[in-house]
């Protein structure tokens, strides 16, 4: 890669659930002009661009996931307008916005699934999801898929025909087999381009097609290994016709795939040099708060690709909070680690308070159709979900997931004040990274420590350590102290304490 570095390739991107970001009008759920009334606040964290995850008009069966208009705004969450005006705010300090796209399913609201259900088995509107007879005398679903939600990923129509759905039975399949399919996509994308978005983040970029013989898939198979619905090679023809819409925008926009994988080398086929610019690294959220393993699991993705085009990220939407993954100074170390990595990384809100999973919601708030299709079996994704709390006093106010009560003690104003709070230490880390040109795109070496540390070098003369045993250890040689996830007293890094550092 010679030259300048394209925007992407070395930014912090911020995710903003919506519904649980800021509420602008005092409903419970949080807006479009929420997130544009925090924009001063994402400015003063230091993020480069957001990605907001679904803002459509959708009926929430998963959380804004089930689609039913891809070029509207949820009128709950405002409007076009609102949506033009964030992006001019966002631009007004520098800060790009991503949409996310979902071209694997849609809502069984969206107007061309109601005409599917509407026409005759074998329609041409039919065939733009995937309808299939049962097997038997047709009251079995036609192949042993399973959703990733929990329970058979087919539902039966009232004429008998079943249809495919990977998630939700509200989240209908498309058929990317269709010749209608790639086009209105296509138009999808432009949409949000044209309105200025930075970027993409496509949902499930790994399953937009299937085999159209739909085999059964082998019993133990791996859940995210290639098969009749993973990583299929059409994808490879497909997304290369993604770049060159990209790519005939101006300012670099970028894609990025949400590609879940069990080995990295999954990825590969994705990095082609005209596929989607990038595709999340999962590395960091899957691997556990152990050197040899974050080593190792750092080692992996680097050795198919660099951080530029697989970000890292430690958490999102859909997995339990860091703090309550590793452990409070272990996350305020692992905030430390992914910023220090090369390339791009994602943020997900929340993290830069250092939010814990809320595990004791009451089943009648949750949301997650994970919890309702396993029957209560699987908890869900509410815990990372609820509205970030920004000021101690808000947060008796009702939102459409509860907050808990002790969560002032985490609220902006709070951490704002207090120069040790994991929001302040965000705050630090992003303007270091900004101003130090060896932070960003660039390499790695590794340089040797005691066992249970992770420690590097970035150059011009950066040196990253990490302690994960549960010995206080001396620092490795440099010259100036630059940040640490906690107290370094005398030239030490405590257990599970990050630093930054310079070697002159
Ligand atoms: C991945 C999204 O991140 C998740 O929240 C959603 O439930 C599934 N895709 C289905 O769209």
Redesign the pocket.
């Known amino acids: 890669m010679g030259g300048e570095p394209l925007w992407w390739e070395d930014a912090v991107v911020y995710e903003v659930y919506p519904r649980s970001f800021a509420d602008s009008d005092g409903d419970g759920v949080g807006d479009l002009n929420g997130v544009r009334s925090r924009v001063t606040y994402l400015a003063e964290l230091g993020v480069d661009a957001i990605w907001l995850?679904p803002f459509y008009p959708s009926p929430l069966a998963?959380?804004g996931?089930?689609v039913s208009d891809y070029c509207a705004v949820d009128p709950l969450l405002g409007s076009l307008d609102d949506f033009d005006n964030l992006v001019k705010d966002a631009a007004g300090h520098g800060i790009g916005v991503i949409v996310?796209i979902?071209p694997?399913?849609c809502s069984v609201e969206h107007p061309l699934f109601q005409a599917a259900l509407a026409a005759r088995p074998g329609s041409t509107a039919r065939d733009r999801f995937v309808f299939r007879p049962g097997n038997g005398d047709g009251s079995l679903p036609p192949n042993n898929w399973q959703s990733?939600?929990g329970g058979p990923a087919w539902t039966r129509v009232p004429d008998g025909q079943w249809y495919l759905h990977?998630?939700?039975s509200s989240?209908p399949d498309w058929n990317w087999h269709h010749d209608d399919v790639p086009g209105f996509f296509a138009d999808v994308l432009r949409f949000w381009l044209d309105r200025g978005a930075a970027g993409l983040r496509i949902?499930?970029a790994n399953s937009l097609f299937k085999d159209p013989e739909l085999p059964d898939i082998p019993a133990g198979s791996r859940l995210h290994a290639p098969s009749p619905h993973h990583h299929r090679p059409e994808l490879h023809g497909l997304y290369p016709s993604w770049r060159a819409i990209l790519d005939s925008y101006p300012g670099g926009r970028t894609a990025i795939g949400?590609v879940w994988y069990d080995v990295p080398e999954t990825l590969t086929p994705y990095l082609g040099s005209g596929g989607l610019p990038q595709v999340f690294n999962f590395q960091l959220l899957q691997a556990a708060w152990d050197a040899t393993a974050l080593r190792t699991a750092i080692d992996t993705a680097q050795a198919i690709t660099d951080g530029s085009r697989a970000p890292w990220v430690i958490g999102?939407?859909?997995v339990p909070r860091p703090v309550t993954r590793f452990g409070v100074r272990q996350a305020r170390a692992a905030a430390l680690l992914q910023l220090a990595l090369p390339g791009s990384a994602y943020l997900y809100q929340g993290e830069e308070l250092g939010l814990p999973e809320v595990t004791d919601m009451p089943d009648e708030a949750r949301r997650?159709?994970?919890f309702r299709r396993t029957a209560g079996l699987i908890p869900g994704?509410d815990g990372c979900r609820v509205p970030i709390p920004w000021s101690a006093a808000s947060v008796t106010a009702p939102s459409w997931l509860p907050q808990p009560a002790g969560w002032g003690e985490y609220s902006v104003d709070r951490q704002a004040a207090d120069p040790s709070s994991f929001l302040n230490l965000y705050r630090q880390a992003l303007r270091l990274r900004r101003a130090n040109p060896a932070l960003g795109t660039g390499t790695l070496r590794w340089l040797d420590g005691p066992p249970g540390t992770l420690t590097f070098a970035r150059e011009p003369g950066f040196v990253f350590a990490a302690n994960l045993s549960e010995d206080t250890l001396p620092l490795p040689p440099h010259g100036t102290a630059l940040l640490a996830s906690g107290p370094i007293p005398n030239g030490t890094l405590p257990p599970h304490t990050a630093a930054w550092l310079a070697t002159r």
Do not use: A
């Open positions: 995850t998963d959380g996931y089930d996310d979902v694997n399913h990733i939600f990977l998630f939700d989240q949902d499930v949400e999102n939407h859909d997650d159709p994970k994704r």
